[in-house]
């Protein structure tokens, strides 16, 4: 189901299909780094995370992280979405690309799409965002969506405190 699209990226609900590349962004070193190992270690396991994590976060919330894909060729770039995690007051704004396409500006556009479906279909009026201590490519970039640093978090099942960010959706 595709979700919206923007100028150069269309969102959509990953599927079954998508386990390759989820294998690979769950595999990435800075994903590794900054969100932890995931234990996807072959296709059986991203297809088991594929339906365990995103398509029952659709059914049970009506959103989650959206495949982003280029709209020229279809390639996937990445994931971006709205999510619900325990420990969160309310929703938060996740993404994640592959190396090759960062320092695109994708992470942006795809993450203001996903702020408008939030506002716009969800009715959210304000967000919220968690990024690991040093993860500073993505705290600037919670910052450029105009969410601002509010204090450190940890949430259940993370060893380490994150810093959480939160915003008005306007």
């Given at each position: 189901?595709?979700?919206?699209?923007?100028?150069?990226?269309?969102?959509?609900?990953?599927?079954?299909?998508?386990?390759?590349?989820?294998?690979?962004?769950?595999?990435?070193?800075?994903w590794?780094?900054?969100?932890?190992?995931?234990?996807?270690h072959?296709?059986?396991?991203?297809?088991?995370?594929?339906?365990?994590?995103?398509?029952?976060?659709?059914?049970?919330?009506?959103?989650?992280?959206f495949?982003?894909?280029?709209l020229?060729?279809g390639?996937?770039?990445?994931?971006?979405?709205?999510v619900?995690?325990?420990?969160?007051?309310?929703?938060?704004?996740?993404?994640?690309?592959?190396?090759?396409?960062?320092?695109?500006?994708y992470?942006y556009e795809?993450?203001l799409?996903?702020?408008?479906?939030?506002?716009d279909?969800l009715?959210?009026?304000?967000?919220?965002?968690?990024?690991?201590?040093?993860?500073m490519?993505?705290s600037?970039?919670?910052?450029?969506?105009?969410?601002?640093?509010?204090g450190?978090?940890t949430?259940p099942?993370?060893?380490?405190?994150?810093?959480?960010?939160?915003?008005?959706l306007?």
């Amino acid at each position: 189901m595709i979700v919206c699209e923007t100028e150069r990226l269309r969102l959509r609900w990953l599927t079954l299909d998508d386990a390759p590349f989820i294998y690979e962004l769950l595999n990435d070193p800075d994903w590794l780094r900054y969100l932890g190992d995931r234990n996807i270690h072959d296709l059986a396991a991203a297809r088991e995370f594929i339906t365990s994590r995103f398509l029952n976060s659709y059914a049970t919330n009506g959103y989650g992280l959206f495949l982003t894909e280029q709209l020229t060729d279809g390639v996937a770039v990445g994931i971006n979405g709205i999510v619900s995690r325990e420990g969160l007051a309310g929703p938060d704004v996740g993404f994640a690309l592959l190396p090759a396409y960062r320092r695109m500006g994708y992470a942006y556009e795809a993450s203001l799409a996903s702020l408008a479906f939030a506002r716009d279909n969800l009715g959210l009026k304000s967000i919220l965002a968690i990024t690991a201590l040093h993860n500073m490519a993505s705290s600037t970039l919670l910052e450029k969506l105009g969410l601002h640093f509010t204090g450190m978090i940890t949430l259940p099942g993370y060893e380490n405190e994150l810093r959480l960010f939160e915003g008005p959706l306007t």
